[in-house]
């Protein structure tokens, strides 16, 4: 199962995170969807997982901050306590085994990221 994270703004726009996660060159094969919880409520999430029929996941502040990712992003870090919330989310949703398949990718924008992760069930 693959799984996308996100890390937004509160000005991105269903666009801005389809675009950041058409720029990992996997869409297609995404099974669900990911960000922090607060930010799983917003109606720009909300609507990119109806309008890519995915079921969306949020993940705890505790969750994501255990994460080892392998970027960095110094406004992250400040406003999640994680390196990278794509790669976090994406992480964490995945499941316990997961491994990062895609670092994050920034949108043209610059308002959003996305990152994948995979886990590995053998």
């Known amino acids: 199962m693959i799984v996308a994270g996100f890390g937004f703004r509160g000005a991105a726009t269903p666009a801005s995170l389809r675009d950041a996660l058409d720029r990992t060159g ?6 669900l969807i ?16 109806r309008d890519l029929n995915l079921p ?3 993940v705890d502040s ?11 992003s110094a406004a ?6 994680t390196d990278s919330m794509a ?11 997961a491994r990062l398949i895609v670092a994050r990718q920034v949108s043209t924008d610059g308002m959003a990221t ?3 992760a995979e ?4």
């Open 26 to 31: 996997r869409a297609q094969q995404v099974a």
């Open 34 to 49: 990911a960000t922090a919880t607060d930010k799983a409520a917003t109606p720009t999430f909300r609507t990119l997982a």
């Open 56 to 58: 969306a996941h949020g």
């Open 62 to 72: 505790a969750l994501l901050a255990a994460q080892q990712t392998r970027t960095r």
């Open 76 to 81: 992250s870090l400040a406003a999640r306590g």
């Open 87 to 97: 790669e976090a989310a994406a992480l964490a949703a995945a499941g316990p085994g």
């Open 114 to 116: 996305c990152a994948l």
């Open 119 to 122: 886990r590995n069930d053998t």
